[in-house]
């Protein structure tokens, strides 16, 4: 919708020089428009398919959940060696998938990244819908999940009754809430503004009225755009830290423990590593599908692309030398139990997983090497999958592997998974894409402020005097 | 236990008392009153209550009927039941032909566990398996809850006077009545039998499902005794077991057990006794023995034979019979004849062989030994076993021909566990009138014309006399759950007597064993004792001069000739059907029993069901794993069972287990496993168990095995912890492998203050046989839930302890190691850090606890358990119709024990240490004003074992008897370089080289 | 309000509500304007951009934002409330054995103080930018001009009659290249 008020100033369009984060040439009131077209067009059969298939695994996954939650943690594959295989797998996935959303809005903020901006939005909104997808796994894992506030430690008339600060479960709730709340504050406040353009833009009625609520007032006084920057970096920094706790702190889950193959002081670096990769490999998966839905490719550039995919490349490697790493120090530390646990992964019954791991986290990324590789969307795309398979694969791995051979060689069993627990994972699917696929439809998926805000930088780069330092892309 | 033993107070009150109770009042017993104090100091009141508990019993259980659970109005609270106090009562057990002597604990009226009877001079205070399991088979919903008349139940009047004017008939018309019966062990109901048989035309066939026949009959033709010799397991520093399962399931397993782990500690100044083994499948006792040499069953004639002569040569006899051999390696047998010759006189050769010949060969070499007197005890004959299978051929003729006119079958299931069942249900429709007694509508009951259901042994008055002139008494534990009666009452209302069996036994015991005993001035003094003490025995007379009177070389001809006429069936693709009883199972008359179905076979850890065993060179050369289902081939019978690969089997022999295939046993117990008894041959009417040659195909069907554990091999860790009784000697440090226990794995942490108690425990491995008993009485005492064969395939067994079991060596000579694992209570608990709740701390005494109500589920805990001994409730087990065991029945859940929560769905759960024990035994102490002694408390699983392998203590005593065994130089700790620093040790297991 | 030409001049009394408003559509000469205007003693009440134009703060003269102290204070309270409730629940209120740890694992607690000083720390600051810029749920949008958050950049000038007189604010603004200059009443 242009109002008659636009038509008059039409005239007066400026056009900013070329700017190499943006194909094309939009005018700033373009930049808005693209953005906030598909907010008011009625959505394509692309986009209702998509939704049709998500929307369809999310009801398959309820429906197996509350079948476990009815009946028994017993319909799923678990036995007396194995405690955890699917559930837990599941969650450190998806909390991996997470991280790279906060990696991309805020490490790559404080960098100066500036072709986050056009990704960065999407990026934190994955983050949240993986870090619920996420916490969904340790609540329905729990034998009791209707006690679930046992983890509380709330003040209670039942004597001194508290929780066990030393237990790295516990630390996990407080990670994944400070995680989720943390996201949330910044992907909200990074859409103010977005919020105060669609009111402003929008002709009254309920649309104008929501953003108006949604948007808290914001008239883009520079006093308050001041402020506003100070807080976005100060959440940034904060959330550049946490990012890195949350994962360690999952990673503790295994580190802290006894066992053969988790009891290892490199998990938190290693694990950190891997989610950054995973969670690339997903955002890769995610732009390339909503670009091409959503029709932005002016915005998310195959430059865009070949960027993530170099970060792919580094933690894709630093992950590959991790596996060795890990042989090694079981080979160095010479202890049977933890040699043994490494060398049935590699050849026991659940080889297969670990060498289809291997293929996908660290062979498959060299070929990023590349520069061909690096801007073919479809080889991106292809390798963005494998890079998810990998690294679900690499938990599974990691969990079952060292639980079904441990000390006592009587407990040894396999582990097989149930229906049910394939259901779960799918539904966990099709609970993160139902939600994304609302908010491309519903919320600003690119932060229109910040590629107004570059699109004047780059234009007159002297005036920032930064321009493109750090630049990924030039490196 | 005699210490827990409750009195009564007075006869006049117990009087009234009763006959309130029998208006009022159910099932309760009249007469007993929670009062505290030895037996000694009490005799006197004992002696009068005993009395009065006794009549009032016997009129209670004439006139009370109905459901327990509903039977105690606590408005009016009987006096004798203190809520929470249990009570206990001597008996003796029913489960299988030992009768060992019982203590049988109630709560409220109802028997929930069952123990050994410390003060009998045969059984002490273990049980087995089986024996744990009885008291839920007490409260089996399959149970008949009336008689039957063609199908239809009846009243017992109307049963009743049906079968005596018929029996009128019979007598009138000369026809002939058979009563055919178990083994009797009782004195009493043998004397009421012999009345029976008194009657013209009226006789009595004795049937064992499994037959001693041969061996009887070997000891009556050698010795002239009738009866088994008793053997004595305790005084044998040398023993050679040819095919005989003696601590399994050998005549009296619990006996043995005892006396064989007595001789086993390597601490005896006499030394550690050497024990042989040659048999064809894995034994629980062949598992144990210093070493074991896989037979065929056709060469353990052989064996006895070569083992014999080699003994007469050192005997300097001369003109033997020249034994084929070459079948085996010969050094072993030398070893074995060397030292059963050095310690002749205390050397022991027991055979589990069923024909006749080879019995006599294993007497003469016996003989030889000098073992008559010493460890064959020939003076007090063993009494079980009396069977007779030519007579029980006779009989099944006699049936066919239509001679027999009644028949009245008295605790046996012919129509089952008979080789030729198909023949004798055939016969039985020959019968004008066939009775059952069975206590459910089993294969037998099923075609009788009438079921005059008997009691559970728990609800009747019984004596029992396993061994001659040793006697236990059985009293009433409570009053009939339905409407059935004593097996001997029916006779004796049969016989046109009263139906009062209490007042019969009582009239027995006046008239033959009071004379024989002097201690007792009058008989009620010497009844109340014998009562309250559950068992008598017989001062041993002068011992008589026995003489070996068998026909060797008769004996050995027939061997040999045998041994000659088989040589055609000894090819590759036939092989020689081995059928053996479970230390579970046994002869399947539990196959009800989920405990017992669940109770891992201590060998292959296989539950639910039976199967083939094959030995792992034929199972690869037939291209056959387990799980496979193949068919046995015996030409007119043909079974299809699942196969086990068994490491250590005989390349020749199939091993089958026996009792499983029942198809008329109830819910749960119908059509679990294949029945094996069809391929018993009946040669000349004896009952041959080995030796049939069968073809085996395969029927390309899987039916995975439902096995608790599936690796085998400790991987070169140091787990169970073994040596050579020499190194043991040599080495004074401990010498258990180069593990050196005593050092302590430092700690990061300064460590807790010490509580009261450090509660810990000690294993001795080296008299533990694996035998499992454990497992079932920590089902029974911690009300551990059956989940069945399905969650079993899936790992999911709930047992708090289990038996780890190991092979090492080579696959077709294994050497077998046993572990009973249970949680650990390590100090330094790796499972209590990791709970987000704190749902399992740590307690000031020593114990890692499992808080169900706070728990959540999260499962951290078991996957961080190295010893991997938690247990997790996958669905809700209890009142859940997916698992339609005791649990889910409001009969079956009487067994519960009070003591210990039912766990919920979704919590953790693991062994307790029997914290409900601790916590009385410290209630008691406190009570009288003390400090806890060493063996006030006793867990269930040491209370039960027979070997006495568990000691359960407190560390903080240096006197205790688990800080001596912790001081043991044998003495380490499983993982204990993973500084756990467990509560829980073991004593390395010592094996002659 | 509507668009008047430029080149209009308006009598009206002077009140202290009333501002100038002055519209561009670049941000350089949005820039150039705010820095004329105050080289000549202007006092500029406020600009408003649609996003964030590098340089304008400094050209403005604003000094930094004092939010991040409110982030250390509230850090430093969420870090103190962590570790001190911990240390009371594990070792004064509740001392239990868990695994023959002593009851004071302070590496153990570090974890979620870590996780709990973060929290305060953002939550806190997040609360003071909104408090602060008067930002809330249904709080009236008062917009110098209905595109300054789309493509529009707009300067508002606080009156001082003795300049209107002379009306050399307007020429100044009208020299530094705004496409519109207006005068309105604005409760900014």
């Not at chain 1, 900013?16 to 005018?27: A, I, M, Y």
């Not at chain 2, 004798?80 to 009562?89: C, F, H, K, S």
């Not at chain 2, 019969?504 to 033959?512: I, K, P, Q, S």
């Amino acid at each position: 919708m242009t109002s008659p008020l636009r038509a008059t100033h039409a005239d007066r369009r400026v056009r900013l020089p070329f700017r190499r984060w943006l194909d094309g040439d939009p005018s700033l009131a373009e930049i808005t428009d693209d953005v906030a077209r598909p907010l008011n067009a009625w959505p394509g059969r692309g986009w209702f398919m998509c939704f049709a298939a998500a929307f369809t695994a999310l009801t398959v996954g309820a429906g197996c959940v509350s079948y476990e939650v009815a009946t028994g943690i017993g319909v799923w594959g678990l036995n007396k060696t194995v405690g955890w295989a699917f559930d837990i797998t599941n969650f450190v996935f998806w909390i991996g998938i997470g991280h790279a959303g906060t990696l991309i809005s805020a490490i790559l903020l404080l960098f100066r990244q500036r072709w986050r901006t056009s990704i960065n939005r999407s990026a934190e909104a994955m983050t949240i819908f993986a870090v619920l997808c996420a916490a969904l796994f340790p609540l329905i894992h729990m034998g009791r999940p209707w006690l679930a506030f046992f983890v509380i430690p709330y003040p209670n008339s039942r004597g001194p009754l508290w929780v066990n600060f030393r237990s790295p479960l516990l630390w996990d709730v407080f990670a994944i809430n400070t995680y989720l709340t943390i996201s949330l504050v910044f992907w909200y406040v990074g859409m103010i503004p977005d919020f105060a353009t669609l009111r402003d833009r929008s002709g009254a009625g309920i649309r104008k009225t929501l953003y108006g609520i949604a948007s808290l007032g914001w008239n883009g006084s520079l006093r308050t755009w001041s402020r506003y920057e100070t807080l976005s970096t100060v959440l940034a920094a904060l959330a550049t830290p946490l990012v890195i706790s949350v994962h360690s702190i999952v990673s503790m889950d295994f580190a802290v423990s006894i066992l053969p193959g988790w009891h290892t002081t490199l998990f938190p670096p290693y694990f950190v590593a891997g989610a950054v990769y995973s969670g690339f490999g997903m955002v890769l998966t995610l732009l390339i599908l909503t670009r091409s839905l959503m029709h932005l490719e002016t915005y998310i550039t195959i430059r865009h692309l070949e960027a993530m995919a170099k970060v792919t490349l580094l933690t894709g490697s630093i992950v590959g030398f991790s596996y060795l790493t890990e042989f090694f120090t079981a080979w160095l530390n010479g202890t049977l139990y933890e040699q043994a646990t490494f060398y049935y992964r590699a050849t026991g019954p659940y080889a297969w997983c670990f060498w289809t791991m291997v293929t996908c986290n660290a062979i498959a990324p060299q070929v990023l090497w590349l520069r061909r590789v690096r801007t073919s969307v479809a080889a991106l795309f292809v390798l963005s999958i494998l890079v998810n398979i990998g690294m679900w694969l690499e938990r599974f791995v990691i969990i079952v592997t060292s639980l079904h051979r441990s000390y006592l060689p009587s407990t040894w069993v396999m582990y097989r998974p149930t229906i049910i627990e394939v259901g779960t994972l799918v539904g966990s699917f099709g609970l993160f894409f139902t939600c994304f696929l609302l908010f491309i439809r519903l919320l600003p998926m690119i932060a229109m402020w910040e590629i107004k805000a570059d699109a004047g930088v780059e234009a007159h780069g002297e005036l920032a005097g930064n321009d493109d330092r750090g630049d990924l892309a030039r490196v | 236990m005699s210490t827990e033993l409750k009195f009564w107070k007075s006869v006049d009150e117990l009087r009234m008392h009763s006959a309130a109770q029998a208006g009022a009042g159910r099932d309760c017993f009249a007469g007993q009153r929670a009062t505290t104090g030895p037996p000694p100091a009490a005799s006197r009141r004992d002696f009068l209550t005993l009395a009065g508990f006794s009549l009032a019993a016997a009129a209670m259980s004439a006139c009370s009927r109905g459901r327990v659970q509903k039977a105690i109005p606590f408005l009016n609270k009987p006096e004798e039941l203190t809520p929470g106090v249990p009570n206990w009562y001597a008996s003796t057990c029913g489960g299988c032909s030992a009768g060992c002597s019982l203590l049988v604990k109630t709560r409220d009226g109802r028997p929930i566990k069952v123990e050994g009877n410390d003060e009998s001079p045969l059984f002490g205070g273990g049980t087995c398996a089986v024996g744990q399991a009885t008291v839920l088979s007490l409260y089996d919903d399959e149970r008949l809850k009336r008689p039957l008349w063609r199908g239809s139940s009846a009243s017992w009047e109307d049963v009743d006077q049906r079968i005596e004017t018929h029996l009128a008939e019979a007598i009138a018309a000369q026809k002939r009545v058979v009563l055919l019966s178990r083994t009797i062990l009782g004195p009493t109901t043998r004397h009421l039998i012999r009345e029976w048989t008194a009657r013209p035309g009226f006789e009595h066939v004795t049937y064992d499902p499994v037959s001693f026949t041969a061996l009887r009959e070997a000891t009556r033709t050698s010795f002239g005794v009738d009866g088994l010799p008793h053997y004595r397991f305790a005084r044998a520093r040398m023993i050679v077991a040819i095919e005989a399962d003696f601590l399994g399931t050998w005549l009296s397993p619990v006996e043995f057990t005892r006396d064989y782990a007595a001789g086993r500690r390597p601490e005896n100044t006499t030394g550690m006794s050497r024990h042989i083994q040659f048999e064809s499948g894995v034994s629980l006792t062949g598992s144990n023995a210093d070493k074991r040499i896989a037979i065929a069953p056709s060469e353990r004639a052989l064996v006895a034979l070569a083992l014999y002569s080699r003994i007469a040569r050192k005997h300097g006899m001369a003109g033997l019979p020249d034994v084929p051999e070459g079948f085996i390696d010969p050094r072993p047998l030398d070893a074995a004849a060397d030292d059963l010759w050095r310690t002749r006189g205390e050397s022991l050769v027991v055979c589990g062989a069923d024909d006749v010949a080879t019995q006599v060969i294993v007497h003469a070499t016996n003989a030889l030994l000098g073992g008559i007197g010493t460890t064959v005890d020939l003076d007090r004959p063993s009494l079980q076993k009396q069977g007779d299978d030519v007579a029980v051929a006779r009989l099944i003729d006699d049936m066919e021909r239509g001679s027999v006119d009644a028949l009245i079958v008295y605790g046996v299931n012919p129509a089952y566990d008979y080789p030729q069942s198909d023949r004798f249900i055939a016969a039985m429709r020959n019968v004008p009138l066939t009775v059952s007694c069975a206590d459910r509508l089993d294969e037998t009951a099923a075609q009788a014309h009438a079921v005059c259901p008997d009691h559970h042994f728990l609800e009747a008055w019984g004596d029992a006399e396993p061994v001659a002139s040793f006697f236990s008494l059985a009293q009433p534990t409570i009053a009939p759950l339905f409407d059935t009666r004593a097996a001997q009452d029916s006779l004796l209302k049969w016989l046109g007597r009263a139906p009062d069996f209490y007042e019969y036994l009582r009239g027995y015991w006046r008239e033959t064993l009071y004379p024989q005993q002097s201690r007792y001035a009058t008989f009620d003094e010497f009844w109340d004792h014998s009562l309250h003490d559950g068992v008598f025995a017989l001062p041993a007379g002068p011992a008589a001069e026995r003489r070996f009177a068998g026909d060797v070389s008769a004996a050995a001809a027939s061997i040999v000739r045998d041994h000659e006429r088989s040589a055609g069936e000894r090819h590759a693709d036939r092989f020689e059907v081995h059928l053996y009883e479970t230390v579970g199972q046994r002869d399947g008359a539990h196959a009800n029993n989920p405990w017992l179905h669940e109770l891992p076979d201590p060998v292959s850890k296989v539950t639910w069901g039976n199967y083939a065993a094959i030995a792992p060179a034929v199972a690869s050369r037939l291209g056959i794993s387990s799980g496979d289902v193949v068919a046995l081939d015996a030409g007119t019978r043909r079974i299809e069972v699942p196969v086990h690969v068994q490491p250590g089997q005989s390349p020749r022999a199939i091993s089958i287990a026996m009792g499983y295939g029942r198809r008329r046993a109830g819910r749960v117990g119908q059509g679990v496993g294949a029945n094996a008894y069809p391929l018993v041959q009946v040669v000349a009417g004896m009952r041959r168990y080995a030796g049939t040659s069968v073809t085996v195909a395969r029927t390309g069907r899987l039916e995975p095995l439902a096995a608790t554990q599936t690796h085998h091999s400790m991987e070169g860790r140091t787990i169970v912890e073994q040596t050579t009784f020499a190194a043991w000697l040599a080495a004074s440090s401990g010498g258990h492998g180069e593990h050196e226990p005593q050092v302590e794995v430092p700690s990061l942490w300064a460590g807790r203050p010490a509580g009261a108690h450090a509660w810990g425990m000690a294993i001795d491995l080296n008299t533990c046989t694996g035998c499992s008993a454990c497992v079932t009485a920590c089902q029974a005492e911690n009300n551990v839930p059956v989940v069945g064969r399905d969650e079993v395939r899936r790992g999911r067994e709930m047992h708090w302890i289990r038996i780890d079991r190991y092979y090492t060596g080579s696959e077709d000579d294994p050497e077998t190691l046993v572990q009973p694992m249970m949680c650990q209570h390590c100090n330094n608990a790796p499972c209590e850090p990791v709970c987000p709740v704190l749902a399992t701390v740590h307690s000031s005494d020593g114990l890692n606890q499992q808080v169900y109500n706070r728990c959540i589920g999260t499962r951290y805990c078991e996957n961080n358990c190295p010893y991997k001994v938690r247990r997790f409730n996958w669905f809700e087990y209890a009142r859940n119709s997916r698992f339609d065991f005791n649990m889910n029945s409001a009969l079956g859940s009487m067994t519960l024990n009070p003591d210990v929560a039912v766990r919920s769905r979704g919590v953790m759960e693991k062994c307790s240490l029997c914290v409900q024990r601790i916590q009385a035994g410290k209630l008691t102490a406190e009570r009288d004003g003390r400090p806890v002694a060493d063996g006030d408390i006793e867990t269930a699983c040491q209370q039960v074992c027979p070997a006495e392998a568990i000691v359960f203590g407190d560390l903080s005593d240096p006197n205790s008897r688990v800080s001596t065994l912790v001081r043991s130089q044998r003495r380490y700790r499983v993982l204990e370089e993973l500084g756990t620093r467990p509560n829980v040790s073991y004593l390395a297991k010592v094996r002659n080289a | 309000m509507g668009s008047s030409p430029a080149t209009t001049t308006v009598e009206i009394s002077p009140v202290c509500s009333e501002c100038l408003v002055a519209t561009y559509a670049e941000p350089e000469a949005l820039l150039a304007a705010v820095r004329t205007l105050r080289a000549h003693g202007f006092k500029i009440y406020d600009v408003y951009t649609p996003c964030p134009v590098h340089g304008l703060e400094e050209a403005m003269g604003l000094h930094r934002s004092r939010l991040p102290w409110v982030t250390l204070a509230a850090g430093v309270l969420g870090l103190i409330s962590a570790i001190s409730f911990q240390f009371y629940a594990a070792v004064f209120d509740w001392s239990l054995n868990v695994g023959g740890k002593p009851d004071n694992s302070t590496l153990a607690f570090v974890p979620i103080t870590f996780e709990i000083t973060v929290l305060a720390a953002g939550l806190a600051t997040a609360a003071a930018f909104l408090l602060r810029s008067g930002l809330f749920p249904g709080a009236p949008a008062r917009l110098a001009g209905p595109r300054v958050t789309d493509d529009e950049f707009a300067v508002a000038l606080r009156w001082r009659s003795s300049v209107f007189e002379t009306g050399e604010a307007r020429r100044l603004l009208h020299d530094s290249g705004a496409i519109d200059i207006r005068q309105a009443v604005m409760e900014l």
